[in-house]
């Protein structure tokens, strides 16, 4: 079977398989080239592996957990990429890092080894290169099959999360999600989104022992370790979840609750590109101040100068730092300096995106609309409190936030047209002399 | 119910507004990387905004003084839909924090992320459909609003003096134990037992005391108290403040009727905010009053209306909408 010959690795081109002649050798020797893949047979090259100290089944194996891997990444990828800035290579290159060679490095230092199980199990602890190195020297047969634990593994990997996290992307192991969710999310997501696989009351049984076990674990895990993450259940943890099953069936029924969570929120998921431009119908704050309906009289004139003039003041106050800090970056990534060109000229988010060939999750993480807005309103608000009519306002919770989505409206939308707004103004004029 | 999707989320995108704290040799508590982010972003903005005590890293329940406010860190995991709110803080006026904050925290990424605060009053309400008498309350974290934002803003622009310390329902209990005495109305005192409700004491023009008055005003009234109702987005009943977010809004009208000084009825109408604004549907008023009970439900109403006439028993009025937390008003006293 292709998937116990075929190494799917990161080439020079891309992602791509490669048949691996040592791989299907063994398999015909062993009259397994036309089997389906399954745990029995998984079984049976680990064995082999571990008992004649040969590194074909081994290679057998690294090809297998491969194909899995590949599935994670590309639907990773294909599911986030029209809304962040991902790399397919890159994420790629943290998993599928196996060239299919015969020989393993223990150390950086040290020469390279036949790749056997032995060979292996001499490997230092914390992650290692290949990837499937680390994952065939973390694997236990009693836990759950081999490409369940790839997955997990990949889940868990240290750089590839910063990577991610460095993207606006969160990998959440499984363990984190089933202690992070309640009995009624358990219910909502089961009856939504589960295989139907279990009973929805044995789940929630077993899910109320994980949550007060997992606390109990990680705890120790931090003490004994130093770290905050990579926790993995083991078999006695899995055991005690539940001793009137074996420990691979408890790992299936986590998995099968953690992946329901998964698509119950993958369907309340909302771009945060969409959310982030949102115009709204906030009033005038001129208006709040006054007593009357009256917005076009001398008082209202008045206020407006007022609110006009502190929020100048609050700008001035605020950008240039902002600003300069952003400048920084302009030498080596023009692109931020012909986003906010554009932003100062009136463009969305939505259509800034492609002019810099960046998506508008990127534009929105740039232009950082939302805390900038509040930050200088906040400042304005603090001046205009000095006066009796906006003090008056800001002796409440209501009155006080009213003005201040007031004043971030004012700031950020104009009457006429985007052009006009004080914010985008401010940030034309300011490229205009820098 | 929500659409599922085909497959599982592999990743979850960032929380907007999350503070990515840098990596640590040794793993911090989910209370000290709340303490750094909200330290992280107070600089980052440049603000003077004084956090303490400091020493309180390990302790999870302790009250966190922000710039003289006090405010209670309520902490769950990056993707939990629950939170537990440790109500130990919330059983003396004076002691309970006047904001409560939700936080998630992810040990494992570095991420911490402010959900919302709620003030001291706004976590009132919440809590008033629900049993407090243990020792933490679970909440929605979507129950929490605004983000990192509204908590450094409140702390900014209000004077500490704004929000108040009351503990958990003392204000509610204190105004169901207290009886209102409609007579005192006529005077143009307000209880404040109703004040607490939003209730307004509105002037009534010489007209309502003649018939067809264009206020719609029964004949002989002598006083006319509005509490502002609404609904909220979970379609629960909210008054006073709390209806402004409200889309659908209505009224509730206490008209005691008489002449001079002595109310002989009392006139209990709900209303539009408007007129000629339908009441929502299956909306239930209902009246005690000794051992008669009045009950009426709005069904395409413009309108509701109950006339109880003054009589030794105190009156209990209690407005519900379907089977959601019912709003139920002081005992009032005509006589």
Redesign the interface.
């Known amino acids: 079977m292709a998937t116990y010959s075929e190494l799917r690795t990161l080439t020079a081109k891309g992602i791509g398989g490669k048949e691996l002649p040592q791989a299907l050798a063994y398999l015909a020797s062993e009259a397994l080239q036309a089997v389906e893949p399954s745990r029995k047979i998984d079984d049976q090259l680990l064995t082999a592996s571990i008992q004649n100290e040969d590194t074909a089944p081994l290679l057998c194996l690294r090809c297998h957990i491969s194909h899995p891997l590949e599935a994670w990444i590309r639907t990773l990828f294909g599911r986030f990429k029209d809304n962040y800035d991902l790399d397919l290579t890159a994420i790629a290159s943290y998993g599928l890092d196996d060239s299919g060679s015969d020989k393993l490095r223990l150390t950086r230092q040290s020469a390279p080894k036949p790749f056997t199980h032995s060979a292996l199990t001499e490997l230092p602890e914390g992650m290692v290169s290949p990837f499937s190195a680390e994952v065939l020297r973390t694997y236990d047969r009693e836990r759950c099959g081999l490409p369940h634990w790839a997955r997990q593994k990949i889940q868990c990997h240290n750089e590839l999360k910063a990577y991610l996290r460095q993207q606006g992307l969160l990998l959440i192991s499984d363990w984190a999600l089933l202690a992070d969710t309640s009995p009624t999310r358990i219910n909502d997501s089961w009856q939504t989104c589960g295989d139907g696989a279990f009973p929805l009351e044995q789940l929630l049984g077993l899910h109320q022992n994980y949550k007060l076990h997992y606390r109990e674990a990680m705890n120790a895990y931090r003490q004994r370790t130093g770290k905050g993450s990579g926790w993995q259940p083991d078999l006695e943890f899995l055991q005690a979840l539940n001793p009137n099953q074996p420990a691979d069936q408890t790992m299936l029924q986590l998995k099968a609750m953690a992946d329901a969570i998964r698509k119950l929120i993958s369907g309340r998921w909302i771009s945060s590109s969409d959310a982030g431009e949102s115009s709204w119908d906030g009033p005038d704050p001129a208006s709040m101040a006054l007593d009357d309906d009256t917005t076009d009289g001398p008082d209202a004139k008045n206020l407006r100068e007022q609110i006009d003039g502190a929020l100048q003041r609050a700008l001035s106050g605020f950008m240039p730092a902002e600003m300069d800090k952003e400048a920084k970056k302009f030498t080596k990534a023009p692109e931020r300096r012909l986003a906010w060109k554009l932003y100062g000229e009136g463009m969305s988010q939505r259509e800034i995106g492609p002019h810099c060939d960046h998506q508008q999750a990127w534009v929105s993480k740039l232009l950082d609309e939302k805390r900038r807005s509040t930050a200088i309103a906040t400042a304005a608000a603090l001046e205009l409190k000095r006066q009796v009519v906006f003090a008056q306002l800001m002796t409440s919770v209501e009155g006080t936030e009213r003005l201040l989505e007031a004043l971030r409206n004012h700031l950020l939308e104009s009457e006429r047209d985007k052009g006009d707004a004080p914010l985008r103004i401010w940030v034309h004029n300011y490229l205009l002399q820098a | 119910?929500?659409?599922?999707?085909?497959?599982?989320?592999?990743?979850?995108?960032?929380p907007?507004?999350a503070i990515?704290l840098s990596p640590v040799?040794?793993?911090?508590t989910a209370r000290a990387s709340v303490i750094e982010a909200l330290k992280q972003a107070i600089k980052e903005?440049?603000l003077a905004l004084p956090i303490g005590p400091e020493t309180a890293l390990f302790d999870p329940t302790r009250l966190l003084s922000i710039n003289q406010f006090a405010l209670q860190l309520n902490v769950?995991?990056?993707?939990?839909?629950?939170v537990s709110l440790d109500l130990s803080h919330w059983r003396e006026d004076q002691s309970a924090p006047q904001l409560t904050m939700a936080v998630m925290v992810?040990?494992?990424?570095?991420?911490v992320a402010v959900q919302g605060v709620l003030?001291n009053?706004e976590l009132q309400q919440l809590a008033s459909s629900q049993d407090c008498s243990g020792d933490a309350l679970?909440l929605q974290t979507t129950d929490f609003k605004g983000g990192l934002?509204?908590l450094?803003?409140?702390v900014?622009?209000?004077?500490p003096s704004?929000?108040g310390r009351d503990a958990l329902n003392s204000s509610i209990q204190r105004a169901l134990s207290s009886i209102v005495n409609v007579g005192d109305w006529l005077r143009g005192q307000l209880d404040d037992a109703l004040a607490n409700y939003g209730a307004k004491l509105q002037p009534v023009t010489s007209s309502a005391f003649r018939a067809n008055s264009p206020d719609n005003l029964p004949l002989q009234t002598q006083a006319l108290l509005t509490i502002p109702l609404g609904l909220d987005d979970s379609n629960q009943l909210v008054s006073g403040?709390a209806t402004?977010s409200c889309i659908e809004r209505f009224r509730l009208q206490l008209i005691p009727t008489g002449i001079d000084l002595k109310p002989t009825a009392l006139v209990v109408r709900v209303c539009g905010e408007m007129s000629n604004e339908l009441l929502p549907d299956g909306l239930i008023l209902q009246s005690k009053q000794g051992g008669a009970r009045q009950s009426i439900s709005s069904d395409n109403d413009l309108q509701m209306e109950i006339t109880l006439a003054s009589k030794d028993e105190m009156i209990e009025l209690t407005l519900q909408l379907g089977t959601g937390s019912p709003l139920n008003l002081p005992p009032l006293k005509l006589q």
Not at chain 2, 76 to 82: F, I, T, V
Not at chain 2, 156 to 159: R, S
């Open positions: 119910m929500t659409k599922p999707n085909q497959e599982p989320l592999e990743a979850f995108p960032l907007e507004g990515l040799d040794q793993p911090r903005q440049c769950a995991g990056l993707m939990a839909d629950e992810d040990l494992e990424n570095d991420v003030t009053e679970t934002n509204r450094l803003t409140l900014q622009l209000l004077e704004a929000i403040s402004n």
